[in-house]
């Protein structure tokens, strides 16, 4: 670093603690071994060995001139608060209520990490809050401690599946998914479920994009299936109308039907669980959380008071107690043996620190909404999404209306008629201000040159026109 001289062993790293020299000494005196690369040394073989020095940039002592210097690499971005946004598939702009923002600031939540009764005053009762709202949206007995993200909940879910069917001596070696399903999430679940089941794709019908029944009864009908999934609504922005036909079909064939849903959805649409789910799963990201550069994420995993199924958990689960003391109750976890912090090794599945501050942040999202709030959300959503498709549908070269089936939030704009990509419309879109959608024709080939775009509820209608009338200029070239 400019202007700084190193002495040898007297440097101290403003960010790492222990490095001060005469601590560092006492550590490695208390090993018996002259350096930290000693260590290194005897555990890596000598040809995996990195033995140059890492291609990284000096620590920057200054927080002053480190907070400059990451402000720096962030204005390089353009955000969604600048541009207009049609971006979604699997993270959303919805409004933030103010209180959302307040509450989780306070310090006594602001951690992921969740303590014991005796340190984290009040959390346990605030998770507790937030799994009973979520029990009520989503018309469920138990739901989870908030996992890393909507497709660890997926990935959790199916595991879940497999153990509980094997457990009944059953053979469970295949999990079922629609060849529609969030790719992100469906490499997630193919590497965290590779050791206990494999992976296979159910064909999509090409007119609705639904999942192509037919298919799926052939697969089911080897007798081998642990769990059936599918999303509700679909990545590509679908109701799934017959779920609870896939879900008999699943149940014929003895295996678990697991759902993926959208929170936001579930004020205006039944929960899966009443169209005959097992597992219902998903992301929360939507109430409360800012998008935050990919952050804001957390997952939940809900089901009925099956416990071949609860059994499976693998996070915390808070309930409610009564006390010595009447009228007095307290909040703790239950259930604790099936976690890997009850049973370290021996526990049904591992999971870690999580994400508990946005458990809270949802609590407090569905506490500010309610009922009614929730289904103004989903009806705004709705509405706006079926402009936005009628009025890009008017262009003669783009086919907004791909699917034919009823839409929430997203859906896929066909854009093989106008001689041009989606990279090239979107490269286009950003003269205007707009961030196109998500370019589909990497994971969908066989769609073509087609992207899939989102709307919210605070997506506005000039917003919308604006976005029309740029797609025309573009797509015949002015």
Request: aromatic share 10%; charged share 25%; glycine share 8%.
């Amino acid at each position: 670093m400019k202007g700084v001289i190193l002495v040898e062993n007297s440097f101290v790293h403003p960010y790492m603690p222990n490095s001060v020299p005469e601590n560092k000494k006492a550590m490695l005196d208390e090993l018996g071994i002259n350096s930290v690369e000693d260590i290194y040394k005897s555990i890596i073989p000598d040809e995996l060995l990195y033995k140059e020095r890492l291609d990284i940039p000096e620590p920057i002592r200054s927080e002053y001139e480190l907070k400059r210097h990451v402000m720096g690499i962030l204005n390089r971005d353009i955000t969604t608060e600048e541009y207009t946004s049609f971006l979604g598939a699997g993270c959303y702009k919805h409004q933030v209520p103010a209180i959302c923002d307040e509450i989780n600031s306070r310090g006594e939540f602001l951690t992921a990490y969740c303590g014991d009764t005796y340190s984290d005053h009040g959390k346990m009762q605030a998770i507790f809050e937030y799994t009973s709202m979520m029990g009520e949206l989503l018309d469920t007995d138990v739901v989870s401690y908030t996992t890393y993200d909507g497709g660890q909940a997926v990935a959790s879910s199916l595991r879940m599946a497999v153990r509980a069917v094997r457990e009944k001596g059953m053979a469970g070696k295949v999990i079922l998914v629609p060849k529609t399903m969030n790719p992100e999430i469906y490499s997630q679940v193919v590497q965290y479920c590779r050791n206990v089941a494999e992976v296979r794709k159910i064909a999509y019908e090409p007119e609705t994009g639904l999942m192509d029944l037919e298919e799926l009864k052939e697969q089911l009908a080897k007798k081998n299936v642990a769990a059936v999934f599918f999303e509700n609504p679909t990545y590509l922005g679908n109701f799934e109308t017959r779920g609870e036909e896939i879900a008999k079909l699943a149940h014929d064939a003895g295996a678990y039907c697991v759902v993926q849903t959208e929170v936001a959805a579930l004020g205006i649409m039944e929960s899966p669980v009443n169209q005959g789910a097992d597992i219902v799963c998903g992301d929360i990201q939507p109430l409360g959380m800012h998008i935050q550069f990919g952050g804001g994420q957390a997952g939940f995993i809900a089901c009925n008071q099956n416990m071949d199924l609860v059994e499976q958990f693998p996070t915390y689960m808070y309930g409610i107690t009564e006390t010595e003391k009447e009228d007095t109750y307290g909040w703790g976890r239950a259930m604790n043996y099936r976690s890997s912090h009850g049973s370290r090794e021996n526990a049904k599945e591992y999971f870690g620190t999580e994400t508990g501050l946005w458990a809270i942040t949802a609590g407090v999202y569905l506490a500010s909404m309610g009922p009614q709030g929730m289904y103004e959300l989903g009806e705004t959503i709705i509405q706006n999404a079926a402009y936005l498709e009628d009025i890009l549908d008017e262009i003669p070269e783009v086919r907004a209306k791909r699917f034919e089936n009823a839409k929430f939030q997203e859906f896929v704009i066909d854009f093989n008629r106008t001689g041009k990509t989606v990279e090239e419309i979107n490269k286009e879109l950003l003269k205007e201000n707009i961030f196109g959608g998500k370019d589909l024709s990497h994971d969908f080939p066989e769609l073509g040159q087609c992207a899939l775009y989102c709307v919210s509820e605070i997506t506005t209608l000039e917003e919308m026109e604006h976005l029309r009338d740029a797609l025309k200029r573009i797509v015949k070239g002015e």
